[in-house]
């Protein structure tokens, strides 16, 4: 079993700047990728970044803005968050896919609300 855990949300100014980090833990795993997804209230799930090894995917909406980065060593995923937008506003979920089978795990998920 994987356990994410997530920290790093808040209130924030349009304009202002977030990290948000995600730790994982548990026994005897490999991981194939971790990333970020958010979601809105009334809207879906949407994908934010994934990294996978040295390789970063990013949802157009946030390119430019955000980064994501990975500590292998710690296992910790972060997502610095810069020049944010009140329609960034959603809940951040921590996503972690794992080898060999490819099982999707999820954090409990930080609050990100960006307003004046």
């Known amino acids: 079993q994987v356990q994410l855990v997530e920290s790093g949300g808040g209130l924030v100014q349009p304009g202002g700047s977030l990290r948000l980090s995600c730790a994982a833990s548990g026994s005897d795993f490999s991981i194939y990728s971790m990333g970020w997804y958010r979601q809105a209230p009334g809207k879906q799930r949407e994908l934010v970044a994934t990294?996978?090894?040295?390789?970063?995917n990013y949802a157009d909406f946030v390119k430019g803005r955000f980064t994501i980065s990975r500590d292998s060593a710690k296992n910790t995923v972060y997502l610095q968050m810069n020049s944010l937008k009140p329609e960034d506003t959603a809940v951040y979920y921590c996503?972690?896919?794992?080898?060999?089978?490819?099982?999707?795990?999820w954090g409990q998920g930080t609050q990100v609300t960006v307003s004046s």
């Open positions: 996503n972690l896919v794992r080898l060999p089978t490819m099982s999707h795990y």
């Open positions: 990294i996978r090894g040295g390789i970063r």
